[in-house]
Structures are given as C-alpha cells and as structure tokens.
Nanobody
C-alpha cells in the first residue's frame, strides 16, 4: 500500500521561501512520476510541477522560474523548493504519485500541507 506524507508548509511573507517534502512509503517510488498539486479555496486543484522517474520535470507557467521540484530515490522523497512566493501561491499543496503496475495506472495522494503567503 502506498502512503504519502507531506511536510514543510507554513506561513511566509511575500518574497519568502519554503521547501515542501513528501515521503512515500511503499516500493513504487523509483518508477513513479511524482507531482505537486495545489488547491486554493473555491478553486479547482491544479498542477504545480511533476518529475518523472528519469528526472524530467514539468511546471505550471505560474511557477516557472520560482519553484523547483526534485526527488531523492534513496530516501523515497520528493521536494518542492518554492522561492519568491506570492499571495496567489496560497493553497493546500498535495503530493501525488502516478505509477503503473500489472497493466494498470494508479494515483495516490497525500493529505496536503497548507502554504499561506501573507504579510
């Protein structure tokens, strides 16, 4: 069974930085595409960034140049370094693992970690 646990959220002033972490328990980390998504109040969940098992990355236009996704396969952990944070980055951030097994695709989600950008 795959479980994801996020950490690192909090309150930060505009222009500040935070680093989110997501630890995965289970044996699929090395084959999974890992991603960060976020959902602001009364808005739909949106993609922030993804990183494949071969470390190819993809970012939402709104975070390009400010956020960096990375992964450590030895620690089964994916990170999201967030710099130059803006109030519009305020949201609940979710970690996602997307992987295939036995000819099926699966998605697992964490519980989310709150990021609030405010002065």
């Amino acid at each position: 069974q795959v479980q994801l646990v996020e950490s690192g959220g909090g309150l930060v002033q505009p222009g500040g930085s935070l680093r989110l972490s997501c630890a995965l328990s289970g044996s699929i980390f090395s084959i999974a595409t890992m991603g960060w998504y976020r959902q602001a109040p009364e808005k739909r969940r949106e993609l922030v960034a993804t990183i494949t098992s071969s470390h190819s990355t993809n970012y939402a236009d709104s975070v390009k140049g400010r956020f960096t996704i990375s992964r450590d396969n030895a620690k089964n952990t994916v990170y999201l370094q967030m710099n130059s944070l803006k109030p519009e980055d305020t949201a609940l951030y979710y970690c996602n693992a997307h992987y295939g097994m036995t000819q099926r695709w699966y998605d697992s989600w964490g519980q989310g970690t709150q990021v609030t950008v405010s002065s």
